[in-house]
Each structure stands twice: as structure tokens, then as C-alpha cells.
């Protein structure tokens, strides 16, 4: 799989790298939508935190695997999750309580565009 990750400030390389495998309590997520926020923009331009990092923070995809622990989500749900490890990358993984569906009739982007007032606005923007 390709992921981009940050090494120095502003500097950004897409890498092969081997697919992440879900931990306890964790999705594996095949990424379809990522948020590029202005935090996350900041943190690559000032070269913020221990690097190399990968970054970002949101994602929207298809839950294509399920680690130990998990229960009450199957392969092939669609999701929007919080990662805590980044969200620049094909697949990721991210804890299964930062994560919700996406609902019937929602698309990937509106769902990465609104992980940080998830559920409640996604759900009612849907209702309309």
C-alpha cells in the first residue's frame, strides 16, 4: 500500500509500505476520503511531533478488517473513524470507538468532512 508521511518540516514522501494489521480493539479501514486540515497542515510545515510521522486525523472508508476485541462491525461497512496513528495512507487502522457508520445515502467526503462533529450532524444533515 502507499502512504505519505512527513520527515523534515514541509517535506512530505509517498512510500510503499507494508499493510498495517489491526490490533485489539481496532478496524482496518481501506481509506476512500482523508481529511487535509489546517492543524494537520500546520504540524507538516513546522515538522511538529517525532518523525517521521503520518499525518492527519480523519478518515472515511470501507472497514475491511476487525481486531480482537471488536465486536458490532463486520468487513464492508462504511465508516468514518478518528486514527490515532495518521490517516495519509491507503489503509489504517483506527480504535473501533472512534469510529461510526456512514449512513445509508452519505458519500465518503461528507463523511471525512465531518468526523470531528460526528454522529449527531452527519445523521441530521441525512434527515433533510
Known amino acids: 500500500m502507499l502512504r505519505v508521511r512527513s520527515y523534515a518540516p514541509g517535506e512530505l514522501r509517498v512510500e510503499d509500505a507494508p499493510e498495517p494489521v ?3 480493539g481496532e478496524l482496518l479501514i481501506r481509506a476512500h476520503a482523508i481529511g487535509v486540515t489546517l492543524p494537520a497542515v500546520r504540524r507538516v510545515d513546522a515538522g511538529a511531533g517525532p518523525l517521521p510521522a503520518l499525518p492527519g ?32 495512507a491507503q489503509v489504517v487502522t483506527a ?10 445515502g452519505g458519500d465518503f467526503t461528507q463523511g471525512v468532512a465531518l468526523v470531528p462533529w460526528r454522529p449527531r450532524t452527519y445523521r441530521r444533515m441525512n434527515r433533510s
Request: cysteine-free.
Open 22 to 24: 489491526p490490533g485489539e
Open 57 to 88: 486525523g480523519e478518515v472515511a472508508g470501507e472497514v475491511i478488517g476487525v481486531g480482537p476485541g471488536v465486536s458490532g462491525w463486520a468487513v464492508g461497512e462504511r465508516v468514518t473513524a478518528l486514527p490515532f496513528g495518521g490517516s495519509y
Open 95 to 104: 480504535p473501533a470507538m472512534m469510529a461510526d457508520r456512514i449512513p445509508a
